[in-house]
């Protein structure tokens, strides 16, 4: 797996290798700037990008990706054997791994880990990335027990996990947050263990020092980590600029040395230097639908037909990011083979106002109003303000709809999602390993309740194609299932792809190696400063 991304990343990687150096000087501190503070730092709960980025340098899974931020290599495990029938994987730890406060982890922190996530009582968002687990789903809702879970640790080093079908992608999934150990006692002895730098335990790069809320994370090499000797830093201090210009500013003046927050100015007078990056990921940035608002099909097809994303990528945005032409993005393989999906199946997306006008006046005739007034919300974000405004006026202009704009700060932005006090709302997904299902299974029944509502025969149709899918054997059927099933997507419209995303670094002239891996993760564990 991952051969695709890797070829869609490897020149951007062969470029920052020629930049690296080999001798880690003592006393390294890198100075890297969020936007905001993270919503957890809890692996067994997140599904936000800018969360699990930190997380990431905390935790280390069986696997990890590497050097190159596309590969995978041995994590916590030192090697696995898999059945005949693609079932069963037993997982062989290393006998040496430590938690950050220096007691053993074992695979029996793998088993309570990942039972946890599965608990009902945790409420996990990211629940269903264990799906393909035997029993999990059934132990999820409440349909099994605990010890029925196709999860075993038959001793300190041996962790046997059972699947449902096989899964090809499977040790992918391995290097994910959630598929990180947390540790039980920690756990279970304060309800805000990963709030606070004092109860905090990890077991990855660095740990962490301290956590002022809403200021910074000072994060420090942890010397119980597996891999210690290679790691160059000695503390990532990281702070939170939610302003552009003032992270540019910072970064001008020595104050930062790496930041992911590249506002129009920085882009403009970076762009084609070696301190500005950019990587390729398996994300898309779109917009919900809510369809209990807008329950016609029609109307959200054409909305989505009238809007001219390459006019908004290419002038709106600076990173100018490849337009949608799909759901799923470029660099996700077809059938684990050297051909991309997204080339492969082709545009499935254009603009096309005229079609739009069509399908709206189809609508209307059928009683849909025009006149009513309807809402976008984004967050408290300049550049999805300036999105959100050229929507405005293309829907005006094309379609002869009213919208307005409301902006949320970061921090209840997705309570008003979840709470469905929207028409239209910005979200986006970045995958987590190389399959179609790591994309479009984000519009399951599960997962529309809290997003964009979208049910019925269709709805429960394209349910059902994935769960196909995920028993499917036959990869040639399997894909071609896929293919369906995104084209229903987009014919019902209960989201609107915008653009394919990409992720970025604008780092300090200090800043000698840098690598964002393919979900857009930032690894400190391999940054290196001079």
Known sequence: MRKKIAAALMAAVTAM??????????????????????????????????????????????????????????GCAESYDLSEDGLTY????????????????????????????L????????????????????????????????????????????????????IDVTAEACYCPVQQAAVEASATWSQKAD???????????????????????NENYKYADTISLDETDIVFIADGSATLTALKNGEIDMTNNISSQAQAEFDGSDQLMSFATIGTCYYDFNCEHLTDTRVRKALSLAIDRDTITQNLIPSKPVSSTGFIPYGISYNDSEEDFRTTVGDLLTFDKDTAKSLLDEAVADGFDTS??????????????????????????YLGMNFEIVTYESGTYWDVVHQGDFDVAYDGWTGDYDDPDTMLECFNQVECVTQNRWSGENA???????K????????????????????????????????????QLLVGTNVTYAINDTLGHTLFKYTEVE
């Open 468 to 503: 196909e899918c995920a028993a499917m054997t036959d990869q040639t059927s399997r894909f071609s299932e896929f293919v369906e099933a995104e084209k229903l997507l987009i014919d019902e419209s209960p989201i609107m792809p915008l653009y394919f995303r990409k992720s």
């Open 90 to 117: 037993t997982f062989h730890l290393y006998d040496d791994l430590l938690w950050s406060d220096g007691t053993p982890l074992t695979a029996h922190d793998f088993e309570y880990s990942w039972l946890r996530v």
């Open 372 to 397: 009513a007034t309807y809402t976008i919300i984004v967050k408290n974000d300049e550049e999805q303000k300036t999105v959100a405004q050229a929507m405005q006026a293309m829907w005006k202009e």
């Open 17 to 74: 290798a020629s930049l690296s150096v080999t001798a880690f000087a003592e006393g390294n501190v890198l100075k890297f700037a969020l936007t905001q503070e993270c919503e957890t730092l809890d692996p067994g709960t997140s599904d936000y990008l800018q969360s699990s980025a930190v997380i990431m340098n905390l935790f280390m899974g069986l696997y990890m990706t590497g050097q190159d931020g596309i590969t995978l290599t041995n």
């Open 119 to 170: 608990d009902p009582a945790l409420a996990s968002g990211v629940v269903s990335n264990m799906y393909m687990i035997k029993n999990a789903e059934a132990y999820n809702t409440g349909k099994c027990e605990a010890d029925e879970v196709g999860i075993t640790a038959v001793d300190d080093t041996t962790l046997v996990v059972e699947l449902e079908n096989p899964t090809s992608y499977f």
């Open 460 to 466: 429960e149709k394209y349910d059902a194609m994935l």
């Open 199 to 221: 109860t905090y335990v990890c077991n990855g790069a660095f740990k962490v020092s301290e956590i002022n809320p809403e200021e910074s994370y000072i994060l420090t090499k």
